[in-house]
């Protein structure tokens, strides 16, 4: 039962730091929480190059973003 509980409060903390960076990081926070979300976030892996091609950003802005936000 602990480590439920560990987990689900581990999982609201993402979630609290995911919602912080959409909502309060100026200018680019959504471009930060897609990136974000697609590299860490979703249930199927996916490469950085698909995520890459399906934001439209460059090799250079997609790796920033990435560094950027951790």
């Known amino acids: 039962m602990n480590n439920v509980i560990l987990i689900y409060g581990l999982c609201d903390m993402v979630?609290?730091?995911m919602t912080l960076v959409k909502y309060?990081?100026?200018n680019f926070g959504e471009e930060y929480y897609d990136?974000?979300?697609?590299c860490y976030c979703?249930?199927?892996k996916v490469a950085d190059v698909d995520i890459m091609i399906?934001?439209?950003?460059s090799?250079?802005?997609?790796y920033r973003k990435?560094?950027?936000s951790k």
Do not use: I, Q
């Open 59 to 62: 090799k250079a802005t997609f």
């Open 54 to 57: 399906e934001f439209g950003m």
């Open 42 to 44: 979703r249930s199927r």
């Open 35 to 38: 990136v974000l979300y697609g």
């Open 15 to 17: 979630h609290r730091a």
């Open 24 to 26: 309060f990081t100026p």
């Open 66 to 68: 990435k560094k950027g």
